[in-house]
């Protein structure tokens, strides 16, 4: 009354099934009385804007899809497919290479002791904080990072320059991993870590499976080391 309305033609808006809203057709002196083709009016400009919700939830959903098709769900971090992809994206765009890029495999030694000792959760958390670490470290910025297996983590820097060495980015990798981590809170634990490295391009490679390279050079590191 104090706006003066003496009349309301109210429809529903719906969202994921469910009330969202209200579409309140107002109307002040004198009272209306709606016919037909007006409550018909208000429930189809409800509806559109349902259909609309609707389509804002289905593009949402289907973000979250593709996100959870790229990333791995312990680490965040990019999962292998995705990574893989990615590199043969860069190999195949923009025609032949000229500068070096390099790819790092990390594996995490004796990681499998962690889930027979303090279980699935503190392997979760811990790979967790390894990624978080990892991500936030400014040395390695201009790596691509991620989680080819339980236990490996994979690097990829697309230029290898003076000023972004190698050894250094190795050297920043070992570190972030080795600080200690605290577990259930019983006791620090710190990882000591296996490398293996392939630059690329490499002439006459078969880019399905770039990240293979690395993988025969963790092998052969692992075989060193005995």
């Known amino acids: 009354e104090p706006l003066g309305i003496q009349s309301m033609l109210d429809a529903p808006i719906h969202s994921s099934g469910g009330l969202c809203g209200v579409l309140c ?56 497919a995705f990574f893989q992809q990615r590199i043969r994206r860069y190999l195949t765009d923009s025609g032949p290479k000229t500068n070096l890029s390099a790819l790092i495999i990390v594996e995490l030694d004796n990681f499998n002791r962690i889930g027979a000792q303090w279980g699935l959760d503190a392997s979760i958390n811990i790979l967790a904080e390894l990624a978080d670490r990892l991500v936030k470290c400014p040395e390695l910025h201009n790596c691509h990072i991620g989680r080819s297996s339980v236990d490996n983590l994979v690097f990829w820097v697309p230029t290898l320059s003076a000023d972004l060495a190698l050894d250094d980015i190795i050297h920043s990798i070992r570190r972030e991993i080795a600080r200690p981590i605290t577990v259930h809170g019983e006791g620090n634990i710190k990882f000591s870590t296996t490398v293996g490295v392939a630059t690329l391009p490499v002439p006459d490679l078969d880019i399905k499976d770039p990240l293979r390279l690395c993988e025969i050079a963790l092998s052969q590191a692992k075989n060193r080391d005995g």
Request: glycine letters at 6%; hydrophobic letters at 40%.
């Open 25 to 80: 057709i107002e109307y002040s002196d004198p009272v209306a009385s709606w016919d037909l083709a007006e409550m018909a009016y208000a429930v189809a400009v409800a509806d559109r804007i349902s259909l609309l919700n609707s389509h804002e939830t289905w593009k949402n959903e289907r973000g979250k899809m593709e996100q959870m098709g790229r990333v791995d769900s312990r680490t965040g971090l990019e999962n292998r």
